[in-house]
């Protein structure tokens, strides 16, 4: 494996129920209130597209475009502002298993589901800037998971000469699609984040991990 995709949140990077506290202020800015059944049935659908690009889950959340719109900003925003409180921490083991991964002679890409915006902001607050050879948010790509659009503009991007040298880890089965439909050799799923092992595997997972932090020696040993 030359290339490594890397999903943030809940991969590399702690959630800590942030998502779902963002989208519960999302929700508020559209008149859905916290608690109410159409709240419980959205954050359901929160949940199981969890990886997926954030402005696609509004758009089927509300259906109009500018609902969509101001949702995913007022996600945005208060996302950004749980970051700003310091509500943002590496997973245990994630930086030393980039920095692993890198001194294999490994091209790491970090991705997201989130705006570039948002990213950034993460970025920033754990000084991860230069942590990883590429970062990408869906905008950079074309389109978000379950598409293998993430995971191929990073081959592009870093002259990867095939996707059978690509590996792809995260903590949903989203992410398990794009590995799959791009055609990556190995298609990790990681068990500190949002779906369960049996989703992972239903996804298309080729290894089941308890975090990021075993992925170097996995690799290591192919």
């Excluded at 597209?49 to 208060?78: C, P, W, Y």
């Excluded at 030393?96 to 950034?120: C, N, P």
């Excluded at 978000?144 to 880890?169: H, I, M, N």
Aim: charge should be negative.
């Amino acid at each position: 494996m030359t290339l490594v995709v890397l999903d943030m949140a809940g991969t590399t990077v702690a959630d800590d129920g942030l998502v779902e506290l963002a989208f519960a202020a999302a929700a508020r800015s559209q008149g859905v209130e916290t608690g109410s059944p159409e709240h419980g049935a959205m954050l359901a659908h929160v949940r199981a597209t969890m990886g997926e690009s954030k402005i696609s889950v509004f758009r089927h959340l509300f259906g109009d475009e500018d609902r969509a719109q101001a949702a995913n900003l007022a996600f945005e925003a208060a996302y950004e502002g749980l970051v700003d409180q310091g509500r943002c921490a590496a997973l245990p083991g994630a930086a030393e298993a980039i920095a692993e991964l890198r001194g294999q002679g490994r091209k790491v890409a970090l991705t997201t589901g989130f705006s570039r915006t948002t990213q950034d902001r993460i970025l920033d607050a754990l000084g991860w800037h230069a942590i990883a050879d590429l970062t990408l948010c869906p905008a950079d790509a074309g389109r978000g998971r379950p598409y293998p659009d993430l995971a191929l503009a990073a081959l592009l991007r870093t002259r990867t000469d095939s996707v059978r040298q690509v590996a792809v880890a995260g903590d949903t089965g989203y992410d398990m699609l794009t590995g799959t439909r791009a055609g990556a050799s190995v298609v990790a799923g990681v068990l500190t984040g949002a779906h369960d092992e049996a989703r992972l595997r239903a996804d298309g997972a080729t290894h089941v991990l308890a975090s990021v932090a075993e992925l170097p020696g996995l690799l290591a040993g192919r």
